[in-house]
């Protein structure tokens, strides 16, 4: 049962046009969330995270926007470029039941077109 | 440099035998986890610990073990038990304390096993 769902494998973008991933996720306990990217044959690099307490983060090009009473997230890369091609994945835990456990995604892979 | 190294980045081992994958960090993390990766799927966590000779099963662990007898090192054996061992291995660390403490990533080891 996946606690944590990214419903769209891949996803392809125009260079310079927003990238938009989305993650759903059904345990009301999960807190705080994690966008990961990953290249093939490497470790994930983290990119960006919210706080249940917030529903906006923003970092340069990447804004995370998470919605409690939809239990969804998303990520938007605005503008993208082709370096940006990569897996992405969302994770969550739930660090108010003191649990740092991150439950992933099965992730998203995105192809920014030149 | 602080970072995490995972030794070897590939590795081949025959049916049966057991093998260990090396983790090590030098970020002064409390926490190390495993996870196993395969194509299409999000990172499964096998085990992780807290503390020096602590360690929890995660969600995949039956057909692994590890060891945390120094801070910074966390070694996963696959053992002969393992139905199906043949994945992408990531091992991870993070603070313990702290509200924002990201699992920061390996570069990986890719097991066969032929």
């Known amino acids: 049962d996946q606690q944590v769902k990214q419903n769209s494998p891949s996803l392809s973008v125009q260079e310079g046009r927003i990238s938009i991933l989305n993650c759903d996720y059904t345990?009301?306990?999960?807190?705080?969330f994690l966008w990961y990217k990953k290249y093939p044959a490497e470790g994930p690099t983290f990119l960006i995270s919210i706080s249940s307490i917030k529903d906006k983060n923003e970092d340069g090009r990447f804004t995370v926007f998470l919605n409690k009473s939809a239990k969804h997230l998303s990520l938007h890369i605005v503008p993208s470029q082709p370096g940006d091609s990569a897996v992405y994945f969302c994770a969550a835990s739930a660090r108010g039941a003191g649990s740092y456990q991150l439950t992933f995604g099965k992730g998203t892979k995105l192809s920014v077109i030149p | 440099d602080g970072g995490i190294t995972q030794s070897p980045k590939y590795l081949f081992r025959k049916e049966g035998q057991n093998v260990t994958l090396s983790c090590e960090q030098n970020l002064n993390h409390d926490a190390m986890y495993w996870y196993r990766q395969d194509p299409g799927q999000g990172l499964r966590l096998i085990y992780y610990s807290q503390i020096v000779n602590d360690f929890q099963k995660g969600d995949i662990a039956e057909g692994y073990s590890v060891s945390r007898e120094k801070k910074e090192s966390f070694p996963l054996t696959v053992t002969s038990a393992q139905k199906n061992p043949t994945a992408f291995y990531l091992c991870?660390?993070?603070?313990?304390?702290?509200?924002?403490?990201?699992?920061?990533f390996g570069p990986g080891t890719r097991l066969t096993v032929l």
């Open positions: 991870a660390s993070s603070a313990f304390s702290g509200p924002y403490n990201e699992q920061f």
């Open positions: 345990n009301s306990m999960f807190d705080y």
